[in-house]
């Protein structure tokens, strides 16, 4: 029987879709590899936030194409959705399926390893001028095929539903399972591309986000992380209308959850009853990632976002104040078109004075088709990475800080997958992983104390 394997790229939301493409893989008849060198048919989950994510893509397609050149790569995700006859001309690819049609890849990938050698000898030989069309996927789906990489994808802003990974496929997922809630994007910052590659925001029903965690609790899982592209924005498109704090509500009494985490949200969208709903259930993540992305209110107004440094500060001292022990992460951009040095400086004093407990620092990176790709006075590359230096050290100070704050408490952590002989690794509601003593299952609760010493205490400031 054929075989597959999936590599993801990017945030919460693209581990979600990847979980659906498992399972429908899954479903269609193919057996998970072990690895890429023993898989049949490979697909890269691919992100496009940045050039250096499109850069990442590239390497590990092209490693994994001279590890196992006989294997028929497809290209999926956001990149693919920008990019799709850039990422068809790169060698070892056999198809380019966007955002939009992500659902019909497990029939694409039936196909495709069913196909037998002279088949595939055949359509690899098409030369680059050369429009092949398959109607495998029916008449209203066509897709044309430029050399021997096939293109599927459309029109983004068509999508009015948000793919989600069945439940009885995560058997081998029950450690803090990702829940995609809501899709894309209305807003319009000048840097971003993400709604040009995801659509208009839309929403999961509150009862299908309610049966979903049901089901994962069913199947064993004691945390799970509700995420989206613009999380804090769930539930607007719906009718009746249901905010998130709504959900939240029904998801702490319809379901037996043990712990709810919440990915990235909007400044905006920290509202005070959400800060308060997650201070006063034991059953929430303390945790906290607000974007900020400049501290400069020039900046601010440049990139197009609905908030300026005073509004987002006042947010960061309210969560610390009603949570005092709740981990607060921040997005920062550096470089945008037209930053001065007396704009990073407004940008560095704020993140120096507030609460913060851990940095993700981005350097700008022109994106194709945003407003921000066409501005003036673009900062030096030198500038920027000296720039990213500076607040990435900044924001290890921070963490630094928190740990210590931390140090000798006794909280409760779940355990994770990996490790060594001696210790587990484990994480904490707010954030702080920890290694417990002795080799551990995963998805398991232990109180444990929380140290200084950093070989017990890991950075946990990676994309929630």
């Known amino acids: 029987m054929a075989t597959f394997s999936i590599e993801n790229f990017g945030c919460r939301a693209t581990e979600a879709d990847a979980a659906a493409l498992r399972h429908g893989l899954l479903a269609s008849g193919l057996l998970l590899a072990h690895d890429h060198s023993s898989a049949d048919l490979i697909v890269l989950n691919t992100c496009t936030v940045t050039a250096a994510a499109d850069c990442q893509t590239r390497e590990a397609l092209r490693k994994i194409h001279r590890g196992n050149p006989s294997a028929r790569i497809i290209v999926t995700g956001c990149y693919a959705q920008r990019a799709a006859e850039e990422v068809a001309a790169l060698e070892g690819v056999s198809w380019v399926i966007g955002n939009s049609h992500q659902t019909e890849i497990p029939r694409v990938a039936a196909d495709l390893v069913g196909r037998s050698s002279h088949e595939i000898s055949r359509v690899a030989q098409v030369g680059p001028k050369d429009f092949v069309p398959l109607l495998l996927l029916g008449d209203n789906q066509m897709s044309l095929a430029r050399g021997p990489a096939k293109i599927l994808t459309g029109d983004i802003f068509a999508q009015t539903s948000v793919q989600i990974a069945p439940t009885e496929a995560g058997a081998g997922d029950r450690t803090r399972p990702v829940l995609k809630i809501q899709d894309g994007c209305n807003n319009r910052c000048a840097y971003c591309v993400i709604p040009f590659v995801r659509g208009r925001s839309r929403s999961l029903l509150p009862a299908v986000v309610i049966s979903e965690v049901q089901k994962l609790v069913a199947a064993g899982s004691r945390e799970i992380v509700l995420s989206g592209i613009n999380l804090g924005a769930y539930g607007r498109d719906l009718s009746p209308r249901a905010g998130l704090s709504d959900v939240i509500h029904r998801i702490l009494e319809e ?26 259930s034991p059953r929430m993540a303390a945790h906290f990632h607000v974007p900020l992305q400049s501290g400069s209110d020039r900046i601010l107004g440049a990139m197009h976002r609905w908030y300026r440094a005073a509004h987002y500060a006042e947010r960061v001292k309210r969560i610390r104040q009603i949570s005092p022990n709740a981990a607060i992460g921040a997005d920062v951009i550096v470089g945008f078109p037209g930053e001065t040095e007396e704009d990073f400086q407004s940008t560095y004093e704020l993140i120096e004075r507030l609460p913060f407990t851990y940095l993700h620092v981005f350097s700008f990176s022109a994106r194709p088709g945003t407003e921000g790709a066409g501005l003036q006075a673009p900062v030096p590359v030198a500038i920027i990475r000296e720039r990213a230096r500076t607040l990435r050290a900044l924001g290890r100070k921070k963490t630094s800080e928190f740990r210590a704050a931390q140090s000798g408490r006794v909280l409760r952590a779940l355990t994770l997958v990996g490790g060594e002989d001696t210790w587990t690794p484990a994480l904490t509601a707010n954030y702080l992983k920890v290694r417990i003593p002795g080799r551990l299952p995963a998805n398991e609760w232990h109180e444990t104390p929380v140290f200084l010493d950093e070989t017990l205490i890991e950075d946990c400031a990676a994309p929630i």
């Not at 037996?256 to 400044?267: A, G, H, N, V």
């Not at 509202?271 to 006063?280: G, P």
């Open 255 to 280: 379901t037996s959850l043990e712990r709810l985490r919440l990915s990235s949200i909007e400044p905006q969208d920290v509202t005070e009853e959400l800060i308060s709903l997650i201070a006063r």
